[in-house]
């Protein structure tokens, strides 16, 4: 499973990383409940929104996310070692319950080390946690892209371009 993994996701390191050179290979998007990117003076706002508004956002977020977890395999994923020897390591869920508290939207900023991470082989995405209330998509296929977008659109978020 490790080495199927892998080849459908060879640059999953350098996307994990930030890689920038990565958008240049593959398709790249963002789940948010925006329907823009924030600004500056929007971000710093966030902290001032109330508790009603956040739990909707982080609703938002997780019922799309249960979506995926329910009618797609997803594995989370980790990358070990260190310098050439790095390599990502993926792991299943035991059940939907284990998939769902290691993937709960973070209430609160917490170090990117912490945000989730997941992929999804049958549509060829990785899906990154982001900060404030957007989470990040690859693939090397735009048609995945669109999949994932309708998806988002029908649950009342948006698709932002990067």
């Not at 990358?79 to 050439?84: A, D, F, I």
């Amino acid at each position: 499973m490790q080495k199927e993994l892998s080849s459908v996701f060879p640059n999953l390191i350098r996307i994990n990383d930030g890689c920038d050179s990565i958008q240049e290979e593959c398709e790249s998007g963002a789940i948010s409940v925006f329907d823009h990117w924030l600004l500056e003076n929007e971000y710093e706002k966030l902290h001032l929104y109330s508790d009603d508004v956040i739990d909707m956002y982080l609703k938002k977020l997780d019922v799309f996310l249960y979506y995926l977890i329910d009618n797609y395999e997803c594995y989370t994923f980790r990358v070990v070692g260190r310098g050439r020897k790095r390599r990502v390591s993926y792991r299943n869920f035991s059940n939907r319950e284990c998939a769902i508290s290691v993937l709960k939207q973070s209430r609160y900023p917490i170090r990117s080390k912490y945000l989730y991470r997941l992929v999804i082989p049958t549509l060829g995405i990785s899906y990154f946690e982001g900060w404030d209330y957007t989470n990040y998509l690859y693939s090397y296929d735009l048609r995945n892209i669109e999949k994932i977008k309708l998806i988002a659109e029908a649950m009342d978020l948006y698709f932002l371009d990067t």
